[in-house]
């Protein structure tokens, strides 16, 4: 990994703290510096983690007091520098609506998963990542099974579009064992939950984690979408 960041970077970060000092929060306008968190003397390489937005004054004060030995500790600048990007860049997250369905008949376990972007105004990326409650601990999508819910694969929402009918097949090994050989009452029973990650990725590349929401499987229900929310 280079030392120095790239231009790419630094374009980056100017951007998502809107050119404002990541620590005392002044609009700096051109009189702002691209600060290494875990200086290059200690191993700190150009990865976009290990960047803070400075202006000149904490910039200074920052190398200074290092030398005293009394520096800012490197994870509160990342969580002071997170603040300010995410006050700068929250505008751009366009809401994003998500479900589990077995809508239109759909056998288990192929699963329906619609999504949208709710918003008017921004598009933007959505990685998912998918766990599901099975052998008593959680199992996320193997990586390379399927790049759609294991988080690899971004997904484009556009806003003013209606919902994406995505669908999956849940693996066996997300599964309690013989779950499929189960009557409709027992899987009801059983509670089989799903849990779903969004990271949405906003128009200026920065990504943003949800918190993960959770669904159970529930084929008994009325309703045709056979899953519930389980917050
Ligand atoms: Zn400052």
Known sequence: MAKEFSEDTKNKVLLWSDRHCCLCKKACG???QVHHIIPKEKKGTGVIDNAIPLCYDCHAKVHYSSLQGNS???NELKRRRDQIYEEFTHHLLSPVMFLLTQRGGREFPSIGFDIRNTGNTYPIGVRVDLYAYAKR???HFKKGENGYYSGRHIWNLNPGKGFINA???LPDYM???GFTELTAEEQSSYKLQIRIKLTIIDILEREHELLPEGFIYSPTIQSEQK???EP
Do not use: G, S
């Open 30 to 32: 051109v009189d702002i």
């Open 72 to 74: 800012i500790k490197p």
């Open 137 to 139: 601990k959680e199992i």
């Open 167 to 169: 669908n999956f097949i």
């Open 175 to 177: 599964m309690p064992v």
């Open 227 to 229: 899953w519930y929310a």
